[in-house]
């Protein structure tokens, strides 16, 4: 596979550092270089009100036509809670083996389940989730290991769990991909 | 490596469908969709998947008449109903119908999860069942039936022709020729095989006594009836029942019998209750019924339902060549039940049993080499080791050589060898033993 760049794309506001990190992150899982960029939907089109949450389907595909270029990695970062339509909330999603993915920290905050605010923890958390969507896009499945990145998670005590870092089995078929 | 899991999608929502496909692709599932009930069927005729997601309300069949028909395709189907419309009379009905879960959409991530994680053990257990399962079918087969005679090939032949059908069989043949061992292979090949074989020994019974052993009985059916007691035709429901001696039973149970037989329903002796049971039947008798029919004592409408199949096995004599397979097999069989090394028999002592008539066939060989082992030097069978009547030779025998060859060796092993002691037995002179010793080239055994 011929790539050239990973491109986070912030839509709405991240603090810089916080972005930085998790560029960073990116670049040491991955090993290709890391572009981020500010992206700009008018989210109310996502909307959906009886949910009072956002259509992540829609936003993904709206994502992938607008910013994914072929020979890259289109990760969106978002800070609204995103659903599908069967589950009544996700993480993120990405098109596995697809060009584009995207994240929300929106139900990574301990303040959603009732605990005192972990900015760290939040960080963490968006960092595992951004790598673990990503490695969708490059076509890894959930990881049986317990610390891979790649294990599926449904709750955010799942993510703490788990490491940032890809399983020497993952690593490797990533490394098959890339040559 | 595990078995990829595979599911089918049905639901006629598009953005259902696509959801759920990307998240099971997620897991590495094989995952495949159809949009409605009938797309689904059809898929399903050319492809299996371990579970099936289906949405109850749907446009045209709905998902509880096409989980029915999936049932009727193969009832061990995993298909999990979904609804965004719950309601209780709906799950339960999903639930009676053979769902094995019932879920509202929108679900829980986590849920979801649970959901197809116990799908997956429930798959893994029924696998790890069909393969004990097979590994029980293969400690019970026909290994006790010892015999590679014509004859006994036949038995084995019939045996495997008959064990997969519910027909009714009778097996023929002598006292101790191994029937009720036929009818255990039958069973144990059969698809009844995780299901009792039950039997009965109808000449061992009185007519009240088989009664109530067949049909069961109430409390206080009659003296000394203080519980109630369940019948050998319901203890063989799903199963086989073995009626042994079946020429024994009396007019009035042949009628019973053939009730029973024909209406799989009875009721228990003292009780009012008709019971009904799914048994297969297996009979055996050494009588000859056709011509018990001819004379009037034996039922020819019973004898019609129970003989749509009959197996013969053959007398010991017939079947002379199977004769060291079974010896070898019961001081096996002996020597480990008795925690002894494993013994050897002398040839001439096989020789004898070969000749022998066994008029209680194979239960008498097996007798007679238990009490050899008993009786034994521990090492090697001799022909002093079995209670084979010198007098009693077989018919086989004519000539006079063979005669005098059997006794001379009867003689010289029952005093050891010692040739004074035989000659003197005998009534001959020594040289004269030593000569015959010579001629018939009898060595001692070890």
């Known amino acids: ?179 | 490596m595990a078995k990829k899991i595979s599911i089918l999608i049905v639901d006629d929502e598009d953005s259902v469908r696509d959801s759920l496909y990307n998240w099971f692709m997620e897991d590495g599932y094989r995952v495949e969709c159809a949009e409605n009930a009938k797309k689904a069927l059809i898929i399903l005729e050319s492809d299996t998947f371990d579970i099936i997601l289906a949405d109850i309300k749907m446009p045209g069949m709905d998902g509880l008449e096409m989980l029915r028909r999936i049932k009727l395709l193969k009832s061990d189907s995993i298909v999990i109903m979904m609804t965004a419309f719950a309601t209780v009379d709906t799950a339960v009905q999903a639930l009676k119908d053979g769902a094995f879960d019932y879920v509202t959409k929108p679900f829980d991530p986590d849920d979801l999860s649970h959901l197809i994680r116990n799908a997956s053990k429930q798959i893994a257990l029924v696998e790890e069942n069909k393969t004990l399962k097979q590994k029980v079918v293969s400690l019970e087969n026909v290994d006790d039936l010892i015999g590679k005679s014509e004859a006994m090939i036949k038995v084995l032949k019939d045996i495997e022709s008959v064990a997969q059908s519910n027909s009714s069989v009778v097996i023929t043949g002598e006292s101790g020729t191994g029937k009720e061992l036929v009818a255990r292979a039958i069973h144990s090949n059969s698809p009844r095989k995780f299901f009792p074989l039950v039997s009965v020994h109808c000449g061992a019974l009185t007519e009240g006594l088989l009664e109530s052993e067949l049909f069961g009985h109430e409390k206080g059916a009659f003296t000394g009836a203080m519980y109630n007691r369940k019948g050998r035709f319901e203890m063989a429901d799903n199963g086989t029942i073995f009626l042994d001696e079946i020429a024994t039973i009396s007019t009035k149970m042949q009628i019973d019998l053939l009730r029973v037989l024909e209406s799989k329903c009875f009721v228990r002796v003292g009780g009012n209750k008709e019971i009904s049971s799914d048994f297969r039947v297996i009979c055996a008798t050494n009588k000859d019924l056709k011509s018990m029919v001819e004379k009037g004592t034996f039922r020819e409408d019973l004898y019609y339902r129970l003989n749509v199949v009959n197996i013969y096995v053959p007398p010991l004599r017939e079947r002379i060549e199977d004769i060291p397979l079974l010896v070898d097999y019961f001081i096996r069989k002996y020597c480990a039940s008795m925690n002894k090394q494993a013994v050897t028999i002398d040839p001439v002592a096989l020789k004898r049993i070969e000749e022998f008539s066994f008029p209680g066939n194979v239960r008498e060989l097996e007798n007679m080499i238990e009490r050899a082992i008993v009786v034994g030097n521990g090492k090697k069978i001799s022909l002093k080791d079995l209670p084979i009547d010198k007098t009693v030779i077989s018919n086989s025998i004519e000539s006079l050589e063979e005669l005098e060859k059997i006794h001379i060796i009867q003689i010289l092993n029952k005093y050891n060898w010692n040739i004074s002691r035989t000659a003197k037995a005998l009534k001959v002179d020594r040289v004269t033993l030593y000569n015959k010793i010579s001629k018939y080239g009898f060595k001692p055994v070890d």
């Open chain 1, 1 to 179: 596979m011929d790539l050239h760049n990973i491109i986070l794309i912030s839509f709405g506001y991240f603090e810089e550092d916080f972005i930085q990190s998790i560029a960073e992150t990116v670049i040491h899982e991955f090993n290709l270089p890391v572009n981020v960029r500010e992206g700009h939907l008018d989210l109310s089109e996502f909307y959906d009100a009886g949910r009072r949450q956002y259509n992540g389907t829609k936003l993904l595909t709206e994502v992938d036509s607008l910013y994914a270029l072929d020979g890259n990695k289109t990760l969106g970062l978002f800070s609204v809670d995103l659903f599908i339509p069967i589950l009544t909330y996700i993480f993120g999603q990405a098109f596995l083996n697809g060009r584009s993915g995207i994240a929300s920290f929106y139900r990574l905050s301990n303040e959603r389940y009732g605990i005192n605010t972990d900015n760290k923890l939040i960080h963490d958390r968006f960092q595992k989730e951004v790598v673990h969507e990503l490695g969708h896009t490059f076509g890894l499945v959930h990881c049986y290991n317990s610390t891979c990145v790649m294990r599926a998670s449904t709750y955010v005590e799942d993510i703490d769990q788990k490491t940032v870092n890809l399983c020497p089995r993952c690593r490797k078929e990533i490394s098959s991909i890339l040559i």
